[in-house]
């Protein structure tokens, strides 16, 4: 029941998601008539917006939670997924996320060409 459960609310959120007047486009649409996005700033700000706070995120609650600042303030009994051994693949998962809704967003391609490198190094 609780595989069904997720998939029933994943195909909820993609649907939801890809609409004609659904989020997505509500993004990617900015205007006067959009009531969230009325102009692309607002829109771009939403977006990094994403991106640190998914940053912060991993450094605070994933890290930090169990990280000490010297090695004998570790907790690692503290880390998310400790005892099935995927703290680090979970970590891995939030941050290849993070990098293809980067990619995804093409957000490096509105650098200029002396700042590309910012892009690539991310």
């Known amino acids: 029941p609780v595989a069904g459960n997720i998939e029933t609310m994943a195909g909820d959120v993609a649907d939801a998601w890809s609409k004609p007047d659904g989020f997505a486009s509500l993004w990617a649409n900015p205007?006067?008539?959009n009531a969230l996005y009325r102009d692309g700033n607002?829109?771009?700000?939403?977006?990094v917006g994403v991106f640190i706070n998914e940053m912060e995120m991993a450094r605070d609650v994933r890290?930090?939670?169990?990280?000490g600042a010297k090695p004998d303030g570790d907790k690692p009994?503290?880390?998310?997924?400790?005892?099935s051994q995927n703290t680090t693949n979970s970590l891995a998962g939030n941050l290849s996320g993070i990098d293809?809704?980067?990619?995804?967003?093409k957000?490096?391609?509105a650098l200029p060409a002396d700042a590309q490198w910012m892009a690539e190094s991310i």
Do not use: N
């Open 107 to 109: 957000l490096g391609d």
């Open 77 to 83: 009994r503290q880390a998310i997924y400790w005892r």
């Open 31 to 33: 205007g006067p008539q």
């Open 42 to 47: 607002e829109a771009v700000t939403e977006l």
């Open 100 to 105: 293809a809704l980067f990619v995804a967003s």
């Open 63 to 67: 890290l930090k939670g169990f990280l």
